[in-house]
């Protein structure tokens, strides 16, 4: 997030060029009392830029030694100083050339290197103060307008983002309009530390990652435990939609990508190998071997649509520095769907695209965002083609009753699309699944074509689609979302059974044996442990439900039942219990309900 936003600084026009909007305003501006008091505080150090990013802002300095969290503190103090003396921003415009000598008189390399970049004669210039920097704007009007802002940390950071430049010190805070918006962002930012997948993944043995397969994760029996569920719920869905599973391969020979244009467009992000001499690459993508399975058989117009779906392992060459956990690897195992169809069907299965990914995330209690993205300045095809597929977009949209963004001239070179996010707990947003709508791409370049009702050769449409996004990228999302709780039907382990003592091992271990053969996924927790010690140990792995038994409830044929929410259900009958959790397994329900009325 912060390079683009770095490089879009430095690639517009070399001056700062903000979002107008308030809140980029009101950071941006915190971002320039910043380095005032930065400036104030060491005034050796040199500037580099600083822009207003998602959710706060930054400010890279040249210094030799790292500022202290001791050194953040006495900048933060000093920057209520600056807003307290209420000093207004002012603007003035110096040719070029004069702003280039000015920064040069004042010792500052940096901005003296950004405008020579720049072809503008003229350059704007912001002062606050004592304190001026090079900037396009805009900005609040005085420096009284920051109330609420807070530095979060200070890091390494290359001038541009390049490892052969010099290494600067940033300094990262945020601003917000008033203290209960900070708060909510502090607490945001604590909780998304506490419900880190990579740090999770590891607590409760789901993944790991390890040097030998950078952005690639090794997936541990229990992590593979919530794989198989969503699998498995995912094709018993594309089942009962008349999608058909294929599986295509994974290393394919370089002639596909050319045929394709991947090799073209696409070749620097394929791994590549050379098998007999021939150049092989492992599949970035499914696109173009799914149009091999549609060639298989001529198809006529009662063949479509055909709903061809893959759980494809796909391989992409991401810069070992830009992966991250399981949001960004290397491997990807995609839920891949390509539908075939007539152009007259595309309203209709667009729309039930829709409706599946819709039931999709409301499984896991996600709220789905759409936006619909039109015809680009750069297009295949021809208008009229465009403006249907766009209308049934809409339509299809409509059809499910569902608000969505309108992204103009946004859509891929081939067609329209939908893209979907998600909000997680945090308020986070994801951009998960995609509906694209294509006229020419696979059609045209593979030759596919259908006999038409009146016995003429028609292209079919094809429409790429993807709902989980990749499985990899999908879980740590849930992982996050969940806090690693997950919801029964998805919980590595279900049920514990917690024999009070050593003596109620027997009636323990008969539990146990009901809830297996009720394919529960339990455990006993037989340890000569403290039965406190173990309770919280259950509570620590995330298991949804403990089943406390002792004397008593070996008389009765009941159990005690502990939810992980810290719920306590005394004497419930033992046939209660696996009937609640059977019945919420199978309707994968996200709450807890064993036991309860
Ligand atoms: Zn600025
Ligand atoms: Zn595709």
Not at 19 to 31: E, G, Q, V
Not at 169 to 177: D, K, L, M, S
Not at 188 to 203: S, V
Request: charged share 30%.
């Amino acid at each position: 997030m912060a390079e683009n936003e770095e490089d879009r600084h430095l690639r517009l026009s070399g001056s700062y060029d903000c979002d107008p909007s308030p809140l980029p305003t009101l950071r941006h501006s915190a971002s320039h009392v910043m380095a005032q008091a930065v400036k104030r505080l060491f005034p050796d150090v040199k500037l580099a830029i600083g822009p207003a990013i998602e959710n706060g802002f930054y400010y890279d300095f040249a210094r030799s030694e790292p500022f202290t969290p001791g050194d953040l503190e006495k900048i933060e103090a000093e920057m209520h100083e600056i807003a307290r003396a209420d000093l207004p921003f002012a603007r003035r415009e110096l040719p070029r050339a004069a702003a280039i000598a000015l920064f040069r008189e004042r010792g500052e390399p940096f901005k003296v290197e950004i405008l020579e970049g720049i072809d503008a004669d003229t350059v704007s210039l912001y002062q606050q103060g004592e304190f001026e920097d090079l900037c396009r704007g805009p900005h609040v009007p005085s420096t009284r307008h920051l109330t609420t802002f807070t530095l979060l940390s200070s890091s390494g950071a290359y001038w541009r983002g390049d490892e052969r430049n010099p290494m600067l010190q940033r300094i990262y805070g945020t601003a917000w309009p008033a203290q209960e918006d900070l708060d909510r962002y502090l607490w945001r930012l604590e909780e998304a530390k506490k419900r880190d997948h990579r740090k999770l993944g590891r607590e409760l043995d789901l993944f790991a990652f390890h040097d030998v397969a950078p952005g690639a994760p090794f997936w541990l029996p229990k992590g593979m435990v919530i794989f198989r569920q969503l699998e498995q719920f995912w094709r018993e869905a594309h089942d009962a939609r008349g999608y058909l599973e294929t599986s295509t391969p994974i290393m394919v020979n370089k002639k596909l990508w050319e045929e394709s244009g991947h090799w073209e467009h696409y070749a620097d992000n394929m791994f590549k190998l050379e098998v007999e001499e021939q150049i092989f690459s492992l599949k970035p993508m499914n696109c173009p071997e799914s149009t091999y399975i549609y060639r298989h058989a001529l198809r006529s117009y009662r063949d479509l649509p055909l709903r061809i779906s893959e759980i494809g392992r796909l391989h992409r060459n991401e810069r070992s520095g830009t992966l991250t956990g399981m949001f960004r690897v290397r491997q990807i195992t995609m839920d891949d769907a390509h539908i075939y169809c007539r152009p007259d069907q595309v309203l209709e299965e667009i729309s039930s695209v829709l409706a599946l990914v819709r039931e999709f995330y409301a499984m896991f209690e996600l709220t789905p965002s759409f936006k619909l993205a039109t015809r680009p300045d750069d297009y295949l095809g021809t208008v009229e083609q465009w403006d249907s597929a766009e209308q049934a977009l809409h339509d299809a949209l409509k059809a499910n009753e569902v608000a969505y963004e309108l992204k103009p001239k946004d859509g891929a070179f081939y067609g329209p699309k939908i893209d979907i996010h998600i909000e997680d707990v945090l308020g986070r947003d994801w951009q998960i699944a995609t509906a694209q709508l294509d006229l020419t791409m696979l059609p045209e370049r593979f030759d596919l074509t259908y006999i038409d009702s009146d016995g003429t050769t028609k292209r079919p449409v094809a429409i790429h689609r993807a709902i989980f996004g990749s499985f990899e990228r999908f879980i740590g999302i849930l992982t996050e979302h969940f806090a690693g709780a997950f919801p029964t039907w998805l919980a590595p382990v279900q049920a514990r059974v917690l024999p009070i003592s050593q003596k109620h091992l027997e009636y323990g271990a008969a539990v146990r044996r009901r809830l297996a053969e009720a394919t529960v996924r339990v455990e006993l927790d037989d340890r000569n442990e403290k039965l406190g010690y173990r309770i919280r140990d259950a509570q620590l792995h995330k298991v949804p439900y403990m089943l406390i038994v002792g004397e008593r409830e070996a008389q009765a044929g009941t159990v005690s039942l502990r939810h992980r929410t810290g719920e306590e259900l005394k004497d419930v009958p033992l046939d209660r219990v696996i009937a609640d959790l059977s019945r919420e397994i199978a309707s994968r329900a996200v709450a807890l309900t064993v036991g309860r009325m």
